[in-house]
């Protein structure tokens, strides 16, 4: 099983214009945000964008500086859905655009399905793949484990024209969560997980990836149905490699097609370099 390099390119309303010395510039809509990344080991190519930057993440100051007229938020298109691009003080701004590729796959996943499938989304934060699943026709429960969030993806669906989309939306810890739908008997024909290193729950409580993912994969793995579709894991933060992640999958799910590589983003331009921007490790059955 080889390693895949998946790439996003440039949209109408995202680009990575470029990356060096640890951040990079991207322009989201209108607005041009620089930010760090400390994958960006390389100088930059074209230093004179950077000082056309409407927002910079201070890391000092863990808070962004902005342009007197810039507004705090706004709208663009990205992969078919619309997202409320927001900068926080964690340094995101609520597009992961890297995810692309992962969303195209679903969507096609469910739509050769032929059937009415369920999808589960873990820590599914502003709910990208949560609106390309829905949008290809599945009935997707979101969870998360913040309120703001969750918020933020409503919003998100909403934006998209999917506040009426068969969407659950739903505050709770992943772990806990998953243990009781195990309990009513509900199962889903997908299952979607993007964890963090550490983590908290509504109620307090701990994720620590070390300790808890290999019970999560277990408990997922119930809570599959008889006829599956998919399982998708995401990394980014965690330290570890996507080898690390397809051994894991192979270890639960023997008799689907397994995948795993790379998540990237291709500056503009010519001789376009492509940024790291996390792993994926994937198992189908259709």
């Given at each position: 099983?080889?390693?895949?390099?998946?790439?996003?390119?440039?949209?109408?309303?995202?680009?990575?214009?470029?990356?060096g010395a640890g951040e990079k510039l991207e322009r989201l809509g209108d607005m041009l945000l620089a930010r760090p990344d400390p994958q960006a080991l390389w100088p930059k190519r074209v230093p004179g964008e950077w000082t056309k930057a409407d927002g910079i993440f201070d890391v000092r100051e863990r808070r962004w500086k902005f342009r007197a007229q810039v507004l705090r938020q706004w709208p663009i298109s990205f992969a078919d859905v619309k997202?409320?691009?927001?900068?926080?003080?964690?340094?995101h701004t609520g597009l992961f655009p890297e995810q692309r590729a992962n969303?195209?796959?679903?969507?096609?996943k469910i739509s050769r399905s032929g059937q009415k499938v369920s999808i589960l989304n873990l820590f599914g934060y502003t709910g990208g793949a949560t609106l390309a699943a829905a949008a290809a026709g599945a009935e997707v429960t979101h969870l998360d484990g913040s309120r703001a969030a969750l918020n933020w993806a409503r919003e998100n669906a909403?934006?998209?024209g999917m506040g009426d989309a068969s969407i659950r939306w739903i505050l709770d810890d992943a772990r806990a969560f998953v243990k009781r739908e195990i309990r009513r008997g509900?199962?889903?024909?997908g299952?979607?997980?993007?964890?963090?290193?550490?983590?908290?729950?509504?109620?307090?409580?701990?994720w620590k990836i070390e300790d808890d993912f290999l019970h999560l994969l277990e408990e997922c793995r119930q809570a599959l149905s008889a006829r599956p579709i998919f399982f998708l894991v995401n990394g980014y933060a965690a330290g570890y490699s996507a080898i690390a992640y397809a051994n894991a999958l192979?270890?639960?799910f023997e008799d689907g097609a397994l995948e795993m590589g790379e998540l990237t983003i291709a500056?503009?331009?010519v001789n376009a370099r492509l940024l790291p921007a996390g792993i994926f490790a994937r198992v189908s059955w259709v």
């Amino acid at each position: 099983m080889n390693p895949q390099i998946l790439v996003t390119e440039p949209e109408a309303d995202y680009a990575l214009v470029d990356s060096g010395a640890g951040e990079k510039l991207e322009r989201l809509g209108d607005m041009l945000l620089a930010r760090p990344d400390p994958q960006a080991l390389w100088p930059k190519r074209v230093p004179g964008e950077w000082t056309k930057a409407d927002g910079i993440f201070d890391v000092r100051e863990r808070r962004w500086k902005f342009r007197a007229q810039v507004l705090r938020q706004w709208p663009i298109s990205f992969a078919d859905v619309k997202f409320l691009i927001r900068p926080s003080s964690f340094k995101h701004t609520g597009l992961f655009p890297e995810q692309r590729a992962n969303w195209q796959w679903l969507s096609k996943k469910i739509s050769r399905s032929g059937q009415k499938v369920s999808i589960l989304n873990l820590f599914g934060y502003t709910g990208g793949a949560t609106l390309a699943a829905a949008a290809a026709g599945a009935e997707v429960t979101h969870l998360d484990g913040s309120r703001a969030a969750l918020n933020w993806a409503r919003e998100n669906a909403a934006l998209s024209g999917m506040g009426d989309a068969s969407i659950r939306w739903i505050l709770d810890d992943a772990r806990a969560f998953v243990k009781r739908e195990i309990r009513r008997g509900r199962r889903y024909d997908g299952i979607i997980l993007d964890p963090p290193a550490f983590g908290r729950g509504p109620k307090g409580e701990v994720w620590k990836i070390e300790d808890d993912f290999l019970h999560l994969l277990e408990e997922c793995r119930q809570a599959l149905s008889a006829r599956p579709i998919f399982f998708l894991v995401n990394g980014y933060a965690a330290g570890y490699s996507a080898i690390a992640y397809a051994n894991a999958l192979a270890g639960f799910f023997e008799d689907g097609a397994l995948e795993m590589g790379e998540l990237t983003i291709a500056e503009s331009g010519v001789n376009a370099r492509l940024l790291p921007a996390g792993i994926f490790a994937r198992v189908s059955w259709v």
